[in-house]
């Protein structure tokens, strides 16, 4: 008995460590939840390609009524950059139809014969082009000027349309106005070319060099997707990527698609330009006014349907048996692009940080430089890392009822999970060899 005690405590030990793993992710999940970072929010924890916890925490919303559960759907937000349009470019390189040093101009027929024709779609992706962060696509429906001119007149029982452009927004769908923002606000079908490429085409462009992020070339990607295929941008994706991955509830506009409203998590009551709850509908409002698609913004997803995209480029390329991109293609994109300019970023995607420094890291310390992801400004985020075979995702709706809040940052959440998971699985590494030595 004395000696199977000892062995017995040995071998439980593994499971009571993944226990506390899970308590101490719940423990900062719910202590986010008291500091108002999210009303809810879950961790989806993969090693070495097997799901080692799933962890949800509160509610939809903070009226409480909708617990969290695993298969939610959340908006992306930002991440969309690395799990659609992104993924084309990546199978084009590997299959040498693409060469990332080719100029804009080239590439985008929206970009001829302006002054970014000359930048380097390499550059333009690893955000030191000099593009601008962002723009305001939406200021240009507006009557007069000033930044919100209507928001001191907003009359909650109506919409006041005569605040809007009648040439960009009107009350009611008709065939000229087919885009649903709201169920009051329609919005032109040639908004997309007429407003937003146009002012993509005259943003100013700063000497490149520095690292901004911008999204800006994200919102041409679709159009050069299904100029270079000849297929829909979306079909492409879905057949090409989500279908094969078994991603079933990966995509754009998800109330299109079946998803239960229910099933969907909220973002934002919008105050400033919708005046609606955004439920079920894309947040970002450049990706709403392209009809929900776009490659800046606009994709849904649960957790789990998230992870089999990542896994598969955590696996180089390839997951459950079949190939969808180069190891050579995933290699370069997840690589740091210039380094020597101070810059942590790959080709679309994110990196840890040349320098560690808490204060602004938005990964744990202990990620490899090999590491690689994105976050998403909804409170999304998932991460990488080829050393560790390991995967997180974090997923919450930070911006409920207001982008505002900002506690996800300033309580460094996901970075604290993320710290944890290493934690752990270096711990479990040191039992694994100490198990090997015993034998």
């Known amino acids: 008995m004395r000696l199977l005690l000892p062995l017995l405590l040995f071998l439980t030990a593994p499971l009571n460590a993944q226990q506390d793993l899970q308590d101490s992710i719940l423990s900062v999940l719910n202590k986010g ?9 879950q961790v989806l924890v993969w090693h070495k390609g097997e799901p080692l916890v799933h962890v949800t925490a509160g509610y939809h919303t903070y009226d409480r009524l909708r617990p969290t559960r695993p298969d939610d759907v959340y908006d992306l937000a930002s991440v969309t950059k690395t799990t659609s349009a992104l993924l084309v470019l990546m199978k084009q390189y590997g299959e040498g139809d693409l060469d990332l040093d080719t100029p804009l101009g080239l590439l985008f027929t929206e970009l001829k014969r302006t002054d970014k024709q000359r930048i380097p779609l390499r550059s333009a992706l690893a955000h030191r082009a000099g593009l601008l962060p962002w723009v305001p696509y939406w200021q240009t429906t ?17 919409i006041n349309d005569y605040r809007f452009r009648n040439r960009t927004i009107r009350r009611d769908s008709t065939g ?88 969907i998590v909220p973002t934002e009551v919008d105050t400033f330009f919708r005046m609606d709850t955004l439920h079920g509908v894309v947040h970002d409002e450049g990706a709403a006014m392209m009809d929900g698609v776009s490659a800046n913004a606009g994709l849904f997803s649960t957790a789990e349907d998230l992870a089999k995209l990542y896994q598969m480029l955590l696996n180089g390329g390839e997951y459950g048996g079949r190939r969808y991109l180069t190891q050579a293609a995933v290699d370069t994109f997840t690589s740091y692009q210039y ?15 040349l320098t560690y420094d808490a204060a602004s890291s938005s990964v744990a310390e202990a990620a ?50 993320h710290s944890l998971i290493y934690s752990f699985i270096n711990r479990k590494e040191a039992t694994s060899d100490l198990r090997g030595k015993r034998r």
Not at 215 to 229: A, C, I, K, Q, S
Not at 340 to 349: C, D, I, Q, V
Not at 387 to 402: K, M, Q, T
């Open 176 to 263: 000229r106005f087919p885009i649903k923002l709201t169920d009051d606000l329609w919005l032109h079908r040639k908004f997309r070319e007429r407003s937003i490429y146009r002012a993509i085409r005259k943003s100013p462009v700063k000497a490149p060099g520095d690292y901004v992020y911008s999204g800006l070339l994200f919102y041409l990607l679709p159009d050069y997707v299904e100029r270079t295929t000849g297929m829909d941008y979306r079909t492409y994706l879905r057949e090409h990527f989500y279908d094969p991955l078994g991603a079933d509830e990966l995509g754009y506009r998800p109330l299109d698609r079946g998803i239960p409203l229910d099933r």
């Open 33 to 41: 939840i008291e500091g108002g970072a999210f009303p809810g929010g």
């Open 142 to 158: 507006l009557r007069g000027h000033g930044r919100y001119p209507w928001q001191e007149r907003w009359d909650a029982g109506r």
């Open 339 to 353: 380094p020597e300019e101070g810059s942590h970023r790959g080709l679309g995607f994110d990196k840890p940080l």
């Open 368 to 417: 490899s430089p090999a590491s690689f992801g994105h976050s998403g400004y909804t409170g999304t985020f998932v991460w990488a890392d080829p050393e560790a075979d390991l995967l997180y995702i974090f997923l919450s709706n930070r911006v409920h009822p207001s982008r505002d809040r900002r506690a996800i940052y300033t309580l460094n959440i996901r970075p604290r999970i």
